[in-house]
């Protein structure tokens, strides 16, 4: 009889979380390099939530926190959900957990079982079917073509759903294309989940990249658009991203009482709850000023625009522009069957990004991660001098391949 579950072979470890800790190891070791891996802003935590969590901590509030999250935090997302989005939740219909992931889990653990499935559009952040997978559901994938600019195409949507659907996973912005969905877009979304024949399905928004929008595009979210969908959403959203708070983790959800009771109690039996302090700090974080997510995004909108025409300088790369978050998911079909100038055949992503990171000491994570191939992905949340440098490292690169 094997030893580890079923569970755990169902599933591949977060290629993302592993760049990460390559990169630590590699700095350790005392190697150099550029990380246009994992996504997490280089700025640092603005000074005003350090000091809320710091004072928080002189405060004594260093003990355990109610499962669903400590109150006064739970009204401060509540307070946000009403003025930036037009949803109106109690306090009791949301959980904080520990990043956006946990939530997610949470969730999944929540309504999932065996012979359910769970409609996942490609290119994903590489945690969803990992995820529903652990569960022992089934993640069923709509692919969002390049040549369809990565959107999900309404009929594709409604051609994957099925009676053991319990619900679709939406992403907007996208980790890792960018894409923001208009709210005539996700109108369209809404009017396949409409139809009769497709009442029994859940929608989990993931809005992390909320506030990481560019060119004057404005966010919008499922139940906000379509509120007779407001008992059939969960609404995911977290700090780590527009907050640079991502080592704090603080994620929280959204939605009807009796799934986030459910969420709750599974969360009571296993973390318990999130650190008390860093609630405190997120409290500070939503009720304070957001003047530097201007900032931030004016830095960031900078970068994708360097960083986009960068790689569609490099032969054999090619990328569509972003509308949000902070990643660029680049296609790079022509480079696979080329040999290294070691004589190694780029069979696919995985060995050409092993190649670049060999060759140049820069890290991207593969695009096979995230349901793309062949691709990369870039997170472009580091200086144009660092991204200066890996463009052009890419440039040597994969000129040198024959
Ligand atoms: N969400 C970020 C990424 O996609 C951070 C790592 C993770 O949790 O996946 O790189």
Redesign the pocket.
Known sequence: MAFLSQAVGRIRP?A??AV?SKIAEMRCAGKAVISL????PDFDTPAHIVAAGHQAMLDGKTRYSPAPGVLEFREAIAEKFQRDNNLTYSPDQITVGC?G?QTIFNACLATLDPGDDVVIPTPY???YPEIVAMTGATPVFVSCSVDKGFRLDPEDLAAAITPKTKWLILNSPS?PTGVCYSKEELLGFVEVLRRPENQHVWVMTDDMYEHIVYDGLAFHTIAEVAPDLYERTLTLNGLSKAYCM?GWRLGYAAGPLGLIKAMNKIQSQSVSSVSTFSQWAGIAALNGSHDFIATHNAAFVNRRDLVVAGINAIPGLSCPKPEGAFYVCVSCGDLIGKKTPAGVVIENDEILVGYLLEAEGVVC?HGEAFGFSPAFRI?YATSNEKLEHALAAMHRAFGALE
């Open positions: 977060s993302t979380v990460a891996g994992a996504g997490e990043g992931k952040w590489v945690s980790n991502t994570v997170s």
